[in-house]
């Protein structure tokens, strides 16, 4: 990476060519990460930009095949050339990232924040989203088969993470391992995963770290395209479709996109169909904007359905067909997301207003033959609100202080099992962040202060002639902190060390659940106390131009740590009682992942990573849904040019887990397993548009095994056996 500090006033303009040959790269990428604006180069490789926020600001510049180069330019008070030759790609290079404290270059960042671009996303052979994401070191995903996926970062999951949508956190009764996250897979430009506490940037909820899924980049001015692109599963029986078009004209952006899946009971490798495990989903996002002098106004919109079968003993006994339709107990959700993203520009000072929405509808529907089919109809509304602002001092300092808050109702409709009560929660917080950065070290500290209230007025626990419950009202107060640093030992090898602490609120079902969910009772506990953990983190990553190293370590200390227990109470009717319970717990492991592209084999990649961690709780005993010890291996042939084919490849792997002998009480052993992927892809060029075709495939061997955090392996059952996916990307210029 080659950084200038150039100046201009709100204009950047320049040519990017090949550094071997002299020749220009037309249709190559400039691109300000900070507040998403770019442009791409003509024919001859030159390229315009204006209309730039004042000050020192990163911007990439990358094109097909070639390192991407990130530069430092101060936009000041003159006209600013900047001139960048590329070389081509050995290894993936360093990448801006906008999830941490301060949006900025990987290398400098006090803490790791993984990344998969959307190419990637396509090629894991699974219908389900939190799969992919799952094939990050560290992160791992709790399973009700395909269709019902929660992830898991070193150890910790539900409610002690956050998902975020475009940076706003998702709210879709995220308090069990069955409720899944409600994503639209259509526009996905990239996810970035921060594996640790996250407090102090987004609040109650991030103890163990976020998964950020951000749009695609938008189009250079004066350009429309779409694209449409097809997936199908072989193991489900699921077709999997997304259409989309989107373009920048002069001031305006906007896009509009449309996805449907539909899956069949997944098959074993014993090749038994796992009863009702069936799921469907349908979306449809929007997004309008405008870019001017003094900033950027976009709004983005999204509406989703899903219906997700539960395989559980009722269904179990009642579904013997093959069909797609959800007829009997399944999740019946709708999720509404109205998003108003802005960022100001005062100077060389960055503001960002950031308003949104949430509309999520839960419905469990059982089976005809009840007296009731609905069984639970629950409305959440929430609304989330942001301002924070990032002040640059000199050269070697910035600073971000902002405010963030949340409004959230929940609200029984009419159906018998009120699994959560009607409340009112309000969130409001405070934070102060300060960088100090020079060639060779980055410190980042920062403080957050916030107030948590729950109202539950009284009301029946359901209908008819159900007990009363309530009224309560809880009140928290919580500061956290980081304190953080990147220090390079030399251009190529860099050391990171990072302590922070994080909280988070009881949350609503923690404190109040009393009653049947799934196949279970669960009671809440009224009295419980804050979460708050204490994690240091230290990495070491190596890059050169052939291989790239990154090892990290990290001890978690809980106090208070929230977990639902099984016990041996039952109910009158039989059903086990759960109880929400806290503790002193520790959680501790590490990650490291290896990725080599040897000399002169620039064909050639070789790649590992491995993953570890291990919970306990502090008077013995080990804590729930820990994943087991896993490795990966890979080896991928990649072919640039051949005939009408570009950037072709062929990949085998293999995932391995080890046996998990560390269980909680009430779980069992799980025995380790190894599955075998392979797959297969390339562009075609027709015309001046590259259709891209793959074939990628998991478990091949159709091995029969049980992961320890599928929720379906107390009921004997195992998990997905072969499946094959094919993917036909097809774009369409249709002005550029």
């Known amino acids: 990476m080659v950084s200038f500090v150039l100046f201009g ?62 530069v430092k330019v101060n936009i000041g008070v003159k006209t600013t050339v900047l001139n960048v030759a590329l070389s081509p790609e050995v290894i993936q290079g360093e990448e801006v990232v906008i999830s941490g404290n301060f949006a900025g270059r990987q290398h400098v960042n006090t803490v790791k924040i993984n990344t998969l671009e959307r190419k990637s996303l396509l090629n894991v052979a699974s219908p389900s989203f939190i799969k992919a994401i799952a094939s990050i070191p560290g992160v791992d995903m709790i399973s009700k088969g395909p269709g019902v996926g929660t992830p898991v970062i070193r150890g910790l999951s539900t409610s002690n993470i956050l998902f975020l949508n475009n940076g706003i956190p998702m709210e879709n009764f995220q308090f069990s391992e069955n409720h899944p996250y409600m994503i639209d897979e259509s526009n996905i430009g990239r996810v970035e995963v921060i594996k640790g506490p996250a407090s102090l940037l987004y609040g109650s909820g991030a103890v163990g770290g976020i998964i950020n899924v951000i749009p695609q980049k938008q189009l250079p001015p004066g350009t429309i395209r779409g694209k449409a692109v097809f997936k199908y599963y072989s193991n489900t029986d699921g077709p999997d479709g997304t259409i989309g ?72 006994q009642s579904v013997n067909d093959n069909e797609r339709k959800n007829s009997v107990w399944y999740q019946d959700l709708s999720n509404l997301l109205v ?14 207003i950031d308003v949104a929405w949430q509309k999520n509808h839960r419905r469990l529907q059982t089976d005809p033959a009840l007296p009731y089919f609905t069984a639970v109809d629950m409305l959440l509304n929430t609304l989330h609100y942001s301002v924070r602002s ?37 969130e409001v917080s405070a934070f102060a962040l300060g960088q100090y950065q020079t060639e060779k070290i980055n410190i980042e500290t920062g403080l957050r202060y916030t107030f948590y209230h729950l109202f539950v007025p009284a009301q ?4 008819p002639n159900k007990p009363l419950m309530g009224p309560l009202v809880k009140q928290y107060s919580n500061v956290s902190f980081s304190l953080g640093a990147t220090y390079h030992l030399s251009e190529q090898l860099l050391i990171r060390a990072n302590i922070a ?31 708050r953990n204490t994690e240091g983190d230290l990495g070491l990553h190596l890059h050169t131009v052939h291989a790239t190293v990154d090892v990290s370590g990290f001890y978690n200390y809980v106090n208070n740590y929230i ?60 804590l729930p849904f820990i994943p087991a010890q896993k490795f990966r291996f890979e080896i991928k042939v990649e072919k640039q040019t051949w005939s009408v084919f570009r950037n072709s490849y062929f990949k085998m792997g293999t995932n391995i887990a080890l046996a998990q002998n560390k269980p909680a009480q009430f779980e069992t052993p799980t025995d ?3 599955l075998l992927d392979a797959g297969i892809g390339t562009n075609i060029e027709v015309g001046k548009q590259l259709i891209s075709l793959s074939i990628n495939g998991n478990n091949l061997l159709n091995k029969v095994y049980q992961d320890h955090l599928s929720t379906l392996k107390p009921l004997g059952i195992y998990d997905m056996g072969r499946n094959v996916m094919l993917v036909l990307t097809i774009p369409v210029g249709i002005k550029n």
């Not at 998003?339 to 960002?352: A, E, P, Q, R, W």
């Not at 029946?460 to 209908?463: Q, R």
Request: hydrophobic residues 30%.
């Open 9 to 70: 006033q709100d204009m950047l303009t320049g040519r990017v060519y090949d550094k071997q040959t002299g020749t220009p790269l037309p249709g190559a990428n400039i691109y300000f990460p900070a507040f998403e604006r770019g442009v791409v180069t003509d024919s001859d490789g030159n390229y315009t930009i204006n209309r730039l926020p004042k000050g020192e600001q990163l911007v990439t510049i990358s094109f097909v095949g070639y390192t991407t180069k990130i």
């Open 245 to 316: 078009i989107r373009g920048t004209n002069n001031d305006l952006v906007w896009g509009l996109s449309g996805h449907a899946a539909s899956n069949k009971d997944y098959i074993d490798g014993n090749g038994n169909r796992v009863d009702n495990s069936r799921f469907s989903t349908n979306s449809i996002k929007a997004n309008i904007g405008l870019l001017k002098e003094r900033g950027s106004f976009k709004l983005f919109g999204e509406y989703s359905t899903n219906k997700l079968g539960l395989t559980v003993p009722p269904a179990i």
């Open 339 to 352: 998003h108003s993203k802005n960022n100001l520009y005062f100077g060389d000072v960055i503001t960002n």
């Open 390 to 426: 990032t002040i640059p001092v000199g050269s070697s300092y910035k600073f971000s202080v902002g405010a963030q808050g949340m409004w959230q109702n929940n609200k029984n409709n009419v159906a018998p099992d009120h699994v959560l009560p009607d409340a009112t929660i309000n």
């Open 460 to 463: 029946p626990k359901g209908w």
């Open 501 to 531: 602490s994080a909280f988070r609120s009881p949350n609503l079902a923690e404190l109040t659940q009393d009653g049947v969910h799934a196949t279970r009772y669960e009671k809440g506990n009224p009295d419980l106390k804050t979460q």
């Open 563 to 622: 977990y639902l227990s099984p016990s041996t109470d039952t109910t009158e009717s039989g059903l086990p009682i759960y109880y929400y319970q806290q503790n002193r717990a520790v959680l501790f492991g590490g990650e490291a992942k290896v990725h080599v592209h040897p000399h002169p084999a620039h064909w050639l990649h070789l790649m590992a990573d491995w993953s570890y961690v291990v919970g306990k709780k502090a008077d013995g005993g080990f």
């Open 672 to 674: 380790g397993y190894w």
